[in-house]
């Protein structure tokens, strides 16, 4: 990696995208559409598509060469066990003093939104983290918020504040210094999301800024999304093994940071622990007076549906079963 580039590029946008015909065009797009007084790289690395995703990529890195840098697999590299595609793929080959983030399913909708995390890392050289608020686009039928929005108001971020957070940070939001993911630590390879370990090394390294701007969308329920597929199958199973290696991600942090977060770091761990418990209906776990905090945390929407399935299921799974169909 060329953390502070011979090149004139300041930013490196990563996208990591699969099977996102439908949606990789807006994601482009959005990108390209960014006013900048600097230039800047768009990295793409797609997962060996099977939709046509590939295509387009080889289409846009002709219209704009130099610009756009598609590497496409022919063989996919998240089977085969590679959780976090960013930090294997284009990290390395990052030119950009600045990282920006968005994955191929979502997009940006300001044409400010680069320049002015620029603007801002470059006024503040300690700051590592750089987000701000995002849009929810819905596809298809769910029950979620209209935004993701961690806190009201512009916030500078505490390294406790950013480890411990009751609501997560849209990853199209998230900006950083490539120089913090020149060397990967351990906890990074372990943890099986991408946007987390992060935040994690952000918040070792300095603090944070959000700005209260919904200057991304983020998209729920995109067939073949991280999310949606860890709802297949033994979903228990699959949130508990979540767990543990959230566990094991955390005692790792904790370690690399020789103890001076552990006590956001626990709470962190807890609270992966507890929304785990939410996401499988585990109500003596949901309901329990030590975790407290956690449900108050939830929103009023969450806490609604938690107590409708809890004291009238009958009622829930009618409602549930007319609404879903």
């Not at 099986?192 to 209260?212: H, L, N, R």
């Not at 701007?213 to 999310?227: F, L």
């Not at 622990?273 to 499988?280: A, G, R």
């Not at 009023?300 to 549906?305: L, V």
Request: aromatic share 14%; proline share 4%; hydrophobic share 30%.
């Amino acid at each position: 990696m060329n953390g502070n580039s011979d090149s004139n590029i300041m930013v490196s946008v990563n996208c990591v995208t699969f099977n996102h015909k439908n949606y990789i065009r807006q994601a482009l797009d959005s990108f390209l559409m960014q006013k900048t007084n600097f230039e800047f790289e768009i990295l793409v690395h797609d997962d060996a598509s099977t939709d046509g995703t590939g295509e387009i990529l080889r289409e846009y890195e002709k219209r704009y060469p130099g610009k756009v840098l598609p590497l496409i697999q022919t063989e996919n590299q998240y089977s085969q066990g590679i959780d976090n595609i960013s930090g294997a793929f284009n990290f390395p080959r990052a030119r950009g003093k600045y990282i920006f983030m968005c994955d191929g399913d979502d997009y940006w909708v300001s044409p400010d939104k680069m320049q002015k995390q620029v603007d801002y890392m470059e006024a503040h050289p300690e700051c590592t983290l750089c987000i701000h608020s995002a849009k929810i686009d819905l596809v298809g039928k769910a029950v979620t918020e209209g935004q993701m929005r961690p806190y009201c108001g512009n916030k500078v971020l505490s390294p406790e504040d950013i480890v411990d957070k009751s609501s997560g940070y849209a990853m199209s939001s998230m900006a950083f210094p490539s120089r913090i993911v020149k060397e990967l630590p351990d906890y990074y390879v372990e943890c099986p999301v991408g946007d987390t370990p992060i935040q994690m090394i952000a918040a070792s390294e300095g603090y944070g800024y959000y700005f209260d701007e919904p200057m991304s969308a983020y998209r729920v329920g995109v067939a073949g999304s991280w999310t949606v597929e860890g709802k297949s199958g033994d979903y228990e199973k699959k949130q508990s093994v979540y767990y543990e290696r959230m566990k094991k991600v955390y005692d790792l942090y904790d370690a690399a940071t020789g103890g001076r977060l552990r006590e956001a770091i626990r709470s962190a761990e807890k609270r992966t622990y507890y929304h785990t418990m939410v996401n499988t209906r585990q109500f003596k776990e949901i309901l329990n007076p030590e975790y407290r905090k956690y449900y108050k945390e939830l929103t009023s929407r969450t806490r609604f549906f938690i107590q409708l399935e809890y004291r009238f299921p009958g009622v829930y799974g009618f409602l549930r079963k007319k609404y879903h169909g």
